[in-house]
DNA sequence: ATGGTCGAGCATCGA
C-alpha cells in the first residue's frame, strides 16, 4: 500500500505532471490540495484513464482538495461537524482498511492577522475531528499540505523563520496537539537526508539553492506506524517545467 | 524594509 500527498498548485495546469507522476510512482492514494477547480470542472475522465478514482471537493479560484484512489473510496466527508467553512480543505475517505484525511490547512497569512487566527482555530477544531476519526477508524492517515515547519531542522534559516508564519509556536504547538491524539510523523520514522523539504518559494531561485521548508506531511496512527515500511520525498517533479511549488511526498505500507 | 514568482482571471489577491 503506497499513499501519497501533494499541493498541485492548479490540478488544471498541473495534470499533466500529475498523470506522469500517477504513472510513474503507481500509489494506492493520492491526495491531492490547491485543485483550484469547481467540481463540475473535475478532470474525472483523465484520471480514469489513468487507472484512478476521484473524489472531490472543488471550489472556484481557491483551495480544493481531492483523493485519487486505484480502489474505491467510501464514506466521503467535506464538512465535518463545527465546520461552519466555506473553504473546501477537507476531504476524509476510505480506501480498504484506512481512513484518509485529506487536509490542506490554512496558510495563516501573518502572524497575528486575522487569517492567523482563522488558521489556529481551524487547526483546533481539526484536533477534535480527528480525534473522533480515530475513535472510529484505527487505522488513520493524516495528510496534505499542514502549511506548519514543525521543527527548525524542517527549515532552511531557522534564525530568519523564528515566529514566522508556518514556523510560530504557536502553529508548532497545533501540529504537536494532533500528534499527541495518537498520530506519528511517518517522514521522521526513518533516517532522511539533512536539509529535506517538501516546499520552495516560486521567487529566488528558491528551489536551485534547496530554500525550503517542510511543510506538507504524512502522520500516521500506532497500527500503520508499525506497518510503514518507508517515507520520503519526491523532488523530481519540483524540477519540471511550470512546476507546482510542492513536491509529493510518499509513505509505503506493509500488505 | 521591500520585492522577488506563480495561478486565478483581468486588477489584484492569495500563497
Known sequence: MKIATWNVN???VRLPHVLNWLGQERPDVLAVQET???????????LAEAGYRSVY????????VAVLSKLDPC???????????????ILA???ADCRIVNLYVPNGGEVGSDKYAYKLNWLAKMRNCLRLELERHPRLVVLGDFNIAPEDRDVYDPESWR??????????EAFRALLDLGLT????RFDQAEKSYTWWDYRLNAFRRNLGLRIDHILVSAPLAEDCLACRIDVEPRKLERPSDHAPVVAEFRA
Open 57 to 64: 471537493s472543488g471550489q472556484k479560484t481557491y483551495n480544493g
Open 10 to 12: 492548479s490540478l488544471r
Open 75 to 89: 464514506d466521503p466527508i467535506t464538512d465535518p461537524a463545527d465546520f461552519d467553512d466555506p473553504q473546501r480543505r
Open 163 to 172: 515566529e514566522k508564519i508556518l514556523c510560530s509556536t504557536p502553529e508548532r
Open 93 to 95: 475517505v476510505t480506501v
Open 36 to 46: 483550484k477547480m469547481t467540481d463540475p470542472e473535475f478532470p474525472v475522465a483523465e
Open 185 to 188: 510523523d511517518a517522514f521522521r
